[in-house]
């Protein structure tokens, strides 16, 4: 069963930083176009951030200039590293792949921002 594995979620204060990986399981393919959502309780979710095979990225304003989102090929791992973080980038992070055309998501990581 293929799936996506999430790491890296966790408690930070205002201003820190944390860093999501995603990478595959069960799949012998690599990660296509890959990225990662939020979604924040009462909100819908939305995208934050995309990667195409070739290293071409895709934010959404909010993150632009603290997030940043790598790939490394030879891991089939995608990476968010996100610096300054707000009170209000709290929610659950999903990360997104295409695997062999299909669309896969992972389980989701809580990222709380607090004091």
């Known amino acids: 069963q293929v799936q996506l594995v999430e790491s890296g979620g966790g408690l930070v204060q205002p201003g820190g930083s944390l860093r999501l990986s995603c990478t595959t399981s069960g799949s012998i393919f690599s990660i296509d176009v890959g990225g990662w959502y939020r979604q924040a309780p009462g909100k819908q979710r939305q995208l934050v951030a995309l990667i195409t095979p070739y290293g071409g990225t895709n934010y959404a304003d909010s993150v632009k200039d603290r997030f940043t989102i790598s790939r490394d090929n030879a891991k089939n791992t995608v990476f968010l590293q996100m610096n300054s973080l707000k009170p209000e980038d709290t929610a659950i992070y999903s990360c997104?792949?295409?695997?062999?055309?299909?669309?896969?998501w992972g389980q989701g990581t809580q990222v709380t921002v607090s004091s």
């Open positions: 997104y792949a295409i695997l062999d055309k299909s669309p896969y």
